[in-house]
């Protein structure tokens, strides 16, 4: 892959990760909204609402597949600290580069059994809402795929990166 190719893909998931960003913000909200009303409705007006619940765990849904390849751009996932702050060089860039294969093979996985569970969910429809699972369910395929976009830009930086001047990353303690 070429040095242009590897900046698109940088500037592409520069702005993923902003509209991912964005998106987990109204979700949030949206779910703190729903949430406040159905406590008021709940205990003020002795009125429950029927699709308060539903709707604030499928937003968490979408929330949670949203949010972790932001937490993996802003590097917030737990690593094995015992064996990358005590290494360094090409030991440290070889544990790098296997770390990310994992995770792409993994996200791959994700990735596939997804699309699988939203064709399978495709003709389910939730109890309150009345909508298609699959809506809820494609959450998963979408934080997958953008997941996979970030560890293959990291791969090829890795690569790029010359072995002497592979350090450990800061630690966040």
């Known amino acids: 892959?070429?040095?242009?190719?590897v900046e698109m893909l940088e500037k592409f998931n520069i702005l993923l990760d902003k509209v991912l960003r964005k998106a987990v913000t109204v979700i949030m909200g949206t779910m703190l909204v729903?949430?406040?009303?159905?406590?008021t409705a709940r205990y003020v007006f002795h009125n429950s609402l029927t699709f308060s619940e539903e709707l604030a765990r499928y937003l968490f849904v979408w929330c949670v597949f949203l949010c972790i390849p932001v937490a993996q751009r802003?590097?917030?996932?737990m690593t094995v600290?015992?064996?990358?702050?005590?290494?360094s060089g090409i030991t440290l860039k070889v544990l790098r580069i296997c770390a990310q294969a994992l995770t792409l093979a993994f996200m791959l996985i994700i990735l596939k059994n997804g699309f699988t569970l939203v064709?399978?969910?495709?003709?389910?429809?939730s109890?309150?809402?009345?909508?298609?699972?699959?809506?809820?369910?494609?959450?998963?395929?979408?934080g997958a795929a953008a997941m996979i976009l970030n560890t293959i830009e990291?791969?090829?930086?890795t690569f790029r990166t010359p072995?002497?001047?592979?350090?450990?990353?800061?630690?966040m303690d």
């Open 154 to 157: 990291d791969l090829f930086k």
């Open 1 to 5: 892959m070429g040095g242009e190719t």
């Open 127 to 142: 109890p309150a809402l009345q909508i298609k699972m699959s809506y809820v369910y494609i959450a998963l395929p979408i």
């Open 74 to 77: 802003m590097g917030g996932h």
């Open 34 to 39: 729903i949430i406040f009303i159905q406590v």
């Open 81 to 87: 600290g015992v064996l990358s702050e005590r290494t």
């Open 163 to 171: 072995a002497s001047e592979t350090k450990p990353e800061l630690s």
């Open 119 to 125: 064709a399978r969910t495709s003709f389910q429809t």
